[in-house]
């Protein structure tokens, strides 16, 4: 037995618990054979009508007071109509019409709870004891979330790579700083240290020595004021942008930043040129071959004329020029094992 309130300023009503259930069961049996369901939908789809039966019980008996026989003939009705609506989704004739005038009751927030929405009507909670969550649902509405979970990943991958580029001070290594934020993003979704290695194609160790490092400087940002966390957040606006972000503005601001394109990291520089007598911007990326730091830069333009197309291209040069130095390096170190 459990209590519950039923509406403000009422008496409290108890509720049979073993009753209601007892009763809910036998609606559920009664209304699969009506509807003449095959094994297969009655395996799937028990949990969620027992639910279903549930509510209708206890808000026509608990709630609105009617007698059993009423309360029993009521749920059923409503329970065929989540049959038509929810599970074989159509129908016709008399029973199609009712299954239109169905609705089905929030039991998701506040168990023991009764209130009105914004029509003025009562919305009905089943109490605590009685509820479980439905598993058929569930999983539509979790398939139905997917891209919104990715959505959020994403955008906590990108909040934690500005964090990193303003924790990290002036040191300027975009692909590395990339690498990082990966790397606490899928530790944060709970994936082993082995299987980042595996993404980031690093060994184990040097992994988990990466995600230890940076979690020390997420450690600090964290144990900030909320003024000082908003100024590092601001800055790492300014210093790191993404593709879809990045503005003609923003390029011909004279102000250096990193830009993370779909296919690489790269730093967005500026220098006056004395035999141009012009200030020029410049994209840059920086690479280790042979255990050697190898830079190489292009030039984007005049400051004031630079456009993402501009940017664009010269980051597909850019890309050329070291797969060049990559494979004479390559070459070069064959010859002197020959």
């Known amino acids: 037995m459990s209590i519950v309130y039923t509406q403000n300023k009422v008496e409290k009503s108890p509720v049979d618990v073993q009753w209601l259930t007892k009763k809910a069961r036998i609606l559920v049996g009664n209304v699969m054979r009506h509807m003449y369901m095959d094994a297969a939908e009655c395996s799937i789809?028990?949990?969620?009508?027992?639910?279903?039966?549930?509510?209708?019980?206890y808000?026509?008996?608990?709630?609105?007071?009617?007698?059993?026989?009423?309360?029993?003939?009521?749920?059923?009705?409503?329970?065929?109509?989540?049959?038509?609506?929810?599970?074989?989704?159509?129908?016709?004739?008399?029973?199609?019409?009712?299954?239109?005038?169905?609705?089905?009751?929030?039991?998701?927030?506040?168990?023991?709870?009764?209130?009105?929405?914004?029509?003025?009507e009562r919305t009905f909670r089943l109490p605590t004891a009685l509820y479980k969550r439905r598993p058929v649902e569930e999983a539509v509405e979790a398939r139905e979330a997917a891209p919104a979970e990715e959505?959020?990943?994403?955008?906590?991958?990108?909040?934690?790579?500005?964090?990193?580029?303003?924790?990290?001070?002036?040191?300027?290594?975009?692909?590395?700083?990339?690498r990082a934020a990966t790397?606490?993003?899928?530790?944060?979704?709970?994936?082993s240290n082995y299987n980042i290695a595996c993404i980031l194609d690093l060994d184990w160790h040097t992994t988990t020595a990466l995600i230890i490092h940076y979690r020390t400087q997420v450690k600090a940002f964290l144990e900030?004021?909320?003024l000082a966390q908003g100024l590092v957040r601001a800055e790492g606006e300014l210093r790191l942008c993404w593709w879809d972000e990045v503005t003609e503005a923003a390029?011909?601001?004279?102000?250096?930043?990193?830009?993370?394109l779909p296919f690489g990291a790269f730093t967005v520089g500026y220098y006056h040129s004395a035999s141009k007598d012009k200030h020029l911007g410049r994209i840059q990326m920086g690479r280790r071959i042979n255990g050697r730091?190898?830079?190489?830069?292009?030039?984007?333009?005049?400051?004031?004329?630079?456009?993402?197309?501009?940017?664009?291209?010269?980051?597909?040069?850019?890309?050329?020029?070291?797969?060049?130095?990559?494979?004479?390096?390559a070459v070069a170190a064959q010859t002197v094992a020959a």
């Open 293 to 329: 730091v190898v830079n190489r830069s292009v030039q984007l333009g005049e400051v004031g004329r630079i456009t993402k197309e501009c940017l664009w291209d010269g980051a597909q040069r850019l890309q050329a020029r070291l797969a060049i130095v990559e494979g004479s390096a």
């Open 151 to 178: 959505e959020r990943w994403l955008q906590f991958e990108r909040e934690i790579t500005r964090i990193l580029a303003v924790m990290r001070g002036k040191q300027w290594h975009p692909n590395s700083l990339r």
């Open 59 to 120: 808000r026509h008996y608990y709630v609105d007071g009617h007698d059993e026989a009423y309360a029993y003939a009521a749920a059923r009705t409503n329970l065929i109509g989540y049959v038509f609506v929810n599970i074989r989704g159509g129908g016709n004739g008399h029973q199609w019409e009712l299954s239109k005038q169905y609705r089905t009751d929030d039991n998701l927030s506040e168990p023991e709870y009764i209130d009105e929405d914004s029509r003025g």
């Open 224 to 226: 900030m004021s909320p």
């Open 183 to 191: 790397a606490l993003c899928e530790s944060a979704k709970g994936t």
């Open 45 to 57: 789809f028990r949990e969620d009508m027992m639910q279903e039966g549930l509510s209708w019980l």
């Open 251 to 260: 390029l011909n601001s004279g102000q250096k930043f990193i830009v993370i």
